[in-house]
T-cell receptor, first 113, second 115 residues
Framework: GNSVTQMEGPVTLSEEAFLTINCTYT??????LFWYVQYPGEGLQLLLK?????DKGSNKGFEATYRKETTSFHLEKGSVQVSDSAVYFC????????????FGAGTRLFVKA | DGGITQSPKYLFRKEGQNVTLSCEQN?????MYWYRQDPGQGLRLIYY???????QKGDIAEGYSVSREKKESFPLTVTSAQKNPTAFYLC??????????????FGEGSRLTVL
């Protein structure tokens, strides 16, 4: 079946460090891929997305590239800030059979000043 | 401002009681969803609706019920049949239920605690 696996947290970094959060997926066909972010006590909001192979999504300094050959969509940021502390969810949305969005377990990021 | 409004933000319930969580959107989206979030787990789909007067069970529908009488509203009832209802509940919407690239827009969530 379809699934999303992302690295376990928490991830703790110092300000201005490089961030990578790994995400791999299993899916039939060609799903769309997403990263959502959840700040404490809030709902999720879309961070970036990619809808086809080799697409790069980017927003607020974050980037992720849709790699079909490795079924991956790793999130990266060159220099994190304290305000980036949140939980990050990788997700896929199938393009057939109901169009449900499937989420990974989430990775909590702590950024220290 | 357009968005999704969930209420109440916090809710306490005694065992054996039903409780209804409200979700209203003014984004003119066709599709709406309810997710449950537990610590250390991803979001799990409870119910979704792609159009008014129609809805489908998600992966964990047992013990829950929904209605979709208006495009703007998708209330969730947590019944006494739900064995472990304490969780954070998130309502979401998308432009439609058929667009593969459709992003989800979320409310701020409702935290239900069973005493």
């Amino acid at each position: 079946g379809n699934s999303v696996t992302q690295m376990e947290g928490p991830v703790t970094l110092s300000e201005e460090a490089f961030l990578t959060i790994n995400c791999t997926y299993t899916a039939t066909g060609y799903p769309s891929l997403f990263w959502y972010v959840q700040y404490p006590g809030e709902g999720l909001q879309l961070l970036l997305k990619a809808t086809k192979a080799d697409d790069k999504g980017s927003n607020k300094g974050f980037e992720a590239t849709y790699r079909k050959e490795t079924t991956s969509f790793h999130l990266e940021k060159g220099s994190v800030q304290v305000s980036d502390s949140a939980v990050y969810f990788c997700a896929l949305r199938r393009n057939t059979g109901g169009f449900k969005t499937i989420f990974g377990a989430g990775t909590r990021l702590f950024v220290k000043a | 401002d357009g968005g999704i409004t969930q209420s109440p933000k916090y809710l306490f319930r005694k065992e054996g009681q039903n409780v209804t969580l409200s979700c209203e959107q003014n984004l003119n989206h066709d599709a709406m969803y309810w997710y449950r979030q537990d610590p250390g787990q991803g979001l799990r789909l409870i119910y979704y609706s792609q159009i008014v007067n129609d809805f489908q069970k998600g992966d964990i529908a047992e013990g829950y019920s929904v209605s979709r009488e208006k495009k703007e509203s998708f209330p969730l009832t947590v019944t006494s049949a739900q064995k472990n209802p304490t969780a954070f509940y998130l309502c979401a919407s998308s432009i439609d239920g058929t667009s593969g690239s459709g992003e989800l827009f979320f409310g701020e969530g409702s935290r239900l605690t069973v005493l």
